[in-house]
């Protein structure tokens, strides 16, 4: 048969977005017959969508959209920080927080997502599997959370790696991004003590209880020592807690500095990429000889 065209190439590259090398290999598969190609293609994503599935996504991206008032924020996760940085990908995820926040579904989860109609027709998890295709990384849509507003939106992006919507009551748009900023560097666990959870509460005791024993101090005094740890520990964690981060003082509270705004934290939500995810670690050398190996085959 005659030799692959650039034209034809780069016709089946426009039509599929599947890489440039796949497109003249499917090309060469077919004969040259177009339709032909298409149809190897989209098999052939849909392959290598399955194959990457059980590799480890702990890099990714972070986006927030607020309609009218509601707000979601979304965690998508992919292999490498260099696909964390695809425009592809980036526009995947900004568009996946603007689709969530538009659906009037009370049971929204990551499952029923997959389903819902995305774009030109095509459900969520159409649209991901043919970008797994695309780039040639594992993608998971790892979490979002939706917010109704009882007050105010605002939102801080730390690039795309960490992200705060917080909702506010009174105050000012400086107050609410100073408070964002505040949640995103300092990174509180909970608005307040009574939305910590309980077991991160019984731990420290544990530790607590087991530090103090080893002083060989009285019982009475070892419980004081251990209340006085806790209650170091949950201001540490609980936003209302902590110490405002631009407090001139280097004392005033978060609470204290909201009192003085006239505000009021309704709620707020913190995404960091990756975080309690197990990163893939390589060996340099190994890592080398595995593209090496892959090149050969």
Same mark, same amino acid.
């Given at each position: 048969?005659?030799?692959?065209?650039?034209?034809?190439?780069?016709?089946?590259?426009?039509?599929?977005?599947?890489?440039?090398?796949?497109?003249?290999?499917?090309?060469?598969?077919?004969?040259?017959?177009?339709?032909?190609?298409?149809?190897?293609?989209?098999?052939?994503?849909?392959?290598?969508?399955?194959?990457?599935?059980?590799?480890?996504?702990?890099?990714?991206?972070?986006?927030?959209?607020?309609?009218?008032?509601?707000?979601?924020?979304?965690?998508?996760?992919?292999?490498?920080?260099?696909?964390?940085?695809?425009?592809?990908?980036?526009?995947?995820?900004?568009? $996946?927080?603007?689709?969530?926040?538009?659906?009037?579904?009370?049971?929204?989860?990551?499952?029923?997502?997959?389903?819902?109609? @995305?774009?030109?027709?095509?459900?969520?998890?159409?649209?991901?599997?043919?970008?797994?295709?695309?780039?040639?990384?594992?993608?998971?849509?790892?979490? @979002?959370?939706?917010?109704?507003?009882?007050?105010?939106?605002?939102?801080?992006?730390?690039?795309?790696?960490?992200?705060?919507?917080?909702?506010?009551?009174?105050?000012?748009?400086?107050?609410?991004?100073?408070?964002?900023?505040?949640?995103?560097?300092?990174?509180?666990?909970?608005?307040?003590?009574?939305?910590?959870?309980?077991?991160?509460?019984?731990?420290?005791?544990?530790?607590?209880?087991?530090?103090?024993?080893?002083?060989?101090?009285?019982?009475?005094?070892?419980?004081?020592?251990?209340?006085?740890?806790?209650?170091?520990?949950?201001?540490?964690?609980?936003?209302?807690?902590?110490?405002?981060?631009?407090?001139?003082?280097?004392?005033?509270?978060?609470?204290?500095?909201?009192?003085?705004?006239?505000?009021?934290?309704?709620?707020?939500?913190?995404?960091?990429?990756?975080?309690? $995810?197990?990163?893939?670690?390589?060996?340099?050398?190994?890592?080398?000889?595995?593209?090496?190996?892959?090149?050969?085959?």
């Amino acid at each position: 048969m005659s030799q692959i065209k650039a034209s034809e190439v780069k016709a089946l590259r426009e039509k599929t977005d599947a890489p440039m090398m796949e497109c003249k290999k499917a090309l060469a598969e077919a004969q040259g017959n177009f339709e032909k190609a298409e149809e190897i293609l989209r098999v052939k994503l849909g392959s290598k969508a399955s194959k990457t599935a059980s590799r480890i996504t702990a890099e990714g991206a972070i986006a927030i959209n607020v309609t009218d008032s509601v707000g979601c924020i979304i965690e998508v996760n992919c292999e490498t920080d260099f696909v964390a940085k695809n425009d592809d990908f980036l526009n995947f995820v900004r568009d $996946l927080s603007k689709l969530i926040s538009q659906i009037k579904e009370a049971n929204l989860n990551i499952q029923s997502l997959k389903g819902v109609k @995305f774009e030109n027709d095509k459900s969520v998890e159409d649209v991901r599997s043919h970008l797994i295709g695309k780039i040639g990384e594992n993608i998971s849509i790892r979490r @979002f959370n939706v917010m109704k507003a009882s007050g105010t939106f605002h939102v801080y992006l730390h690039g795309t790696k960490i992200g705060v919507l917080l909702d506010l009551v009174g105050g000012s748009g400086e107050v609410g991004k100073d408070v964002a900023m505040h949640i995103a560097a300092m990174k509180p666990k909970a608005l307040d003590v009574a939305d910590i959870d309980k077991n991160l509460i019984e731990k420290e005791q544990r530790v607590a209880r087991e530090k103090a024993v080893k002083t060989g101090k009285p019982p009475e005094i070892i419980e004081k020592m251990v209340a006085g740890a806790v209650n170091k520990y949950v201001k540490e964690v609980s936003l209302l807690g902590q110490v405002f981060v631009k407090a001139d003082d280097g004392k005033q509270t978060v609470a204290e500095y909201l009192k003085s705004a006239g505000a009021t934290v309704k709620a707020f939500r913190l995404f960091v990429v990756g975080e309690g $995810l197990e990163k893939k670690s390589e060996n340099f050398a190994d890592e080398v000889a595995a593209t090496q190996a892959a090149s050969r085959a």
